[in-house]
């Protein structure tokens, strides 16, 4: 039986979950946080329960013989050599990578290559990657890119309007991320309206990061993130699409650096700038219930950038037949839910079962009417199980 991990490395963490992939069964799941700091910490969950540790983990090459060191401890493998596949979650493919590739020598030079398009999580992968080759050198290796379902995009709608130059010597353009989790969610709704041969979806993948795509017979048209994910709708901390001049404008204004500012617009915007609360939806919710005008503020602008982005791409598709939410927020959130659909239920023709929507909490639901024009489901995303069946399919396990 053939065992595989999906792993995603981040700059300070390393995620991962193992398959059963006869039928993809999970075995375990697990993080490791705070990789670099004396207090790091190994959480790992396995027949239903969650050991937890705090110890010093130097780097990445140290968590990861601290992770497979506990599968074995633990006895949920007898041998790494029964781990035939690793699928590497990876951010940035650039314009190298339309689907998953075989991890080998050539793909990591690529991903080196395009670092600096994400220079926070590209060197993390790679990192990743040497580690678990070194230490199960007998599993194969496939990475699994987040850029890489949009690579489907026209180019009148990932060329930016600025000089062209700036795309063909600096591949200044949009690529868009969580591509993995668009592509899961598309391909589910594709089943639920029975595998009819065209189909208009829009996808909300709305966490603490978040995106919307047009996904078009199964192929992304259009999404909401750029060069980097900092564009498209307002986030947790990220603002999401602001006028270019803001930046030099408050640069000249509050004498602080360019880098600085794209921090700002990264790390102290969206929900927690406007609001001055958190970066969580639920706190931001919490608060406007007692009363928090910005908070108020907060959830209107969000709400208010999400339905933007579905009517635009209503538009470019030419209609819609359903609308899919996903991730944290989307996932989660009914009353989230129900502001956005109210928002453009007018224009769309949109009717929602309240009483299924305010039940779909973590789980698959059609929370949308009989008599709606557009159908809306919740649909909880899975990016470690498309990594795992991709690199099943190209090891040819």
């Known amino acids: 039986m053939a065992k595989i991990i999906s792993v995603n490395a981040g700059s300070s963490s390393l995620k991962f979950r193992l398959f059963e992939m006869d039928d993809e069964t999970p075995i375990t799941s697990g993080v490791i946080e705070r990789i670099g700091f004396d207090d790091a910490i190994f959480t790992i969950k396995y027949n239903g329960e969650k050991d937890v540790k705090t110890l010093p983990i130097k780097d990445h090459k140290v968590a990861v013989h601290l992770l497979l060191g506990a599968l074995i401890d633990k006895k949920i493998v007898n041998s790494l050599d029964e781990i035939k596949g690793v699928g590497h979650r990876v951010v940035h493919g650039g314009e190298y990578f339309s689907s998953s590739a075989i991890f080998d020598q050539d793909t990591a030079d690529k991903i080196d290559a395009i670092r600096a ?75 639920k309206l029975g595998n009819p041969e065209h189909s208009k979806i829009i996808v909300c993948h709305l966490g603490a990061g978040g995106s919307l795509s047009a996904v078009k017979d199964g192929k992304s048209i259009n999404t909401s993130m750029g060069l980097t994910p900092l564009a498209g709708i307002m986030m947790g901390t990220r603002s999401g699409d602001v006028d270019p001049s803001i930046i030099s404008y408050i640069c000249e ?84 839910r129900h502001d956005i659909l109210e928002a453009i239920k007018e224009a769309l023709g949109i009717q929602i079962n309240e009483d299924i929507n305010h039940e779909a909490i973590g789980e698959e639901a059609l929370i949308s009417t009989p008599e709606s024009k557009i159908k809306v489901f919740v649909i909880p995303t899975d990016e470690e199980l498309v990594i795992a069946r991709d690199t099943k399919r190209l090891l040819n396990l």
């Open 117 to 191: 398009l994400a220079p926070l999580h590209n060197p993390a992968h790679l990192t990743g990657y040497y580690a678990f080759k070194e230490a199960i050198p007998t599993a194969g290796a496939v990475a699994v890119f987040d850029t890489a379902f949009h690579q489907t995009m026209e180019p009148s709608s990932y060329i930016y309007p600025i000089p062209y130059k700036y795309y063909t010597e600096n591949k200044v353009r949009k690529y868009g991320a969580h591509g993995t989790s668009h592509f899961y969610v598309s391909q589910k709704v594709i089943e």
């Open 253 to 336: 204004q509050t004498n602080i650096s360019v880098e600085e500012m794209i921090d700002i617009l990264n790390k102290q915007s969206g929900l927690l700038g406007v609001s001055g609360v958190s970066s969580d939806f639920r706190d931001v919710e919490k608060a406007m219930k007692e009363g928090n005008e910005r908070a108020k503020l907060a959830r209107q602008i969000f709400v208010r950038r999400v339905a933007d982005y579905i009517g635009r791409y209503f538009v470019q598709m030419g209609g819609c037949d359903a609308i899919a939410f996903t991730a944290g927020i989307g996932e989660n959130s009914f009353s989230g």
